[in-house]
């Protein structure tokens, strides 16, 4: 896989993404974009899935992309942290208003 694009979870465990999942719209604009260039992409959504880190990384360890995309909100800056400090053999690319 060429990209993994990832909608960051919003709490650090599987089963506690009690939000209501709205669609990844910027993620998904990528995607689409990205996709028509003929590169392989995925966009994973841990809030729509309930996924928590240990299903971000493990996601991550299965594709074995070699970009990983992924967003960050000001409420799950030390999770995308701890998602991003484990070591992958992909370049990260971290995106958001709490990037700034």
Do not use: W
């Amino acid at each position: 896989m060429d990209i993994l694009l990832i909608n960051s979870p919003l709490f650090e465990a599987t089963g506690t993404q009690r939000e209501d999942s709205l669609p990844p719209l910027g993620l998904g604009y990528l995607a689409t974009a990205v996709r028509q260039e003929g590169l392989d992409i995925e966009l994973f959504d841990a809030v729509a899935v309930d996924c928590g880190i240990a299903g971000v990384v493990s996601k991550i360890q299965s594709d074995r992309p070699k970009f990983i995309g992924i967003n960050v909100f000001s409420t799950n800056l030390d999770i995308v942290q701890q998602i991003v400090t484990v070591t992958f053999d992909a370049h990260v690319i971290i995106g958001g208003l709490a990037v700034s």
